[in-house]
């Protein structure tokens, strides 16, 4: 099975793309969608393109999106959220499944902690995927994001094996 990570933003959006073969997780690719424009449209149409290019270049089975972290300046996380839209869409134009998940689940998946710093979810991710190349701090949040989905999609198939 084949899993995109997205890390949603409005300027950077990080991807990332896994193999899991059972217990095995593997790197395929990660990068960031960058968009420059002026305006928020033209900024999320940019958005839209890179990660629709992303799926089809990688033909993903399942995806997952960190869910947006409400701080105190609203204006910004209604923005985020407006990027966050965009990486829910993408996937879903293409008729792919999206699992979302809180930024805590995702570094308590990787890290063991869920108020783990970026530098330890980056170290994780390259201890998981060794020989990685990341694209940057966005790629690798994505790509964690990207493994806390294969870790839960397997724990609920050994949790579907286990009842049957």
């Known amino acids: ?21 059972g217990s095995r997780i593997s ?23 890179g ?29 985020l959220g407006q990027a966050r839209g965009v990486a829910l869409l993408a996937p879903a134009q293409a008729g792919i499944e999206v699992g979302e998940y809180a930024p805590n689940a995702v570094k308590k998946a990787i890290v063991g902690v869920g108020h783990a710093q970026k530098q330890q979810v980056e170290h994780m991710v390259r201890l998981v995927l060794p020989g990685v190349d990341l694209a940057g701090p966005d790629a690798a949040d994505a ?10 999609l397997q724990s609920r198939v050994l949790r579907i094996k286990v009842v049957a």
């Open 143 to 152: 790509l964690a994001i990207a493994i806390c989905h294969a870790r839960h």
């Open 51 to 79: 990660l629709a290019a992303v799926i089809a270049a990688h033909a993903p089975d399942a995806a997952a999106v960190e869910q947006t972290f409400v701080n105190k300046d609203a204006v910004g996380t209604l923005k």
């Open 27 to 49: 790197h395929v690719a990660n990068g960031i969608v960058r968009s420059g424009a002026a305006s928020l449209a033209a900024r999320l149409c940019d958005l839209h393109r």
């Open 1 to 21: 099975m084949r899993v995109l990570g997205i890390d949603p933003g409005l300027v950077n959006m990080g991807w990332g793309v896994i193999v899991v073969d």
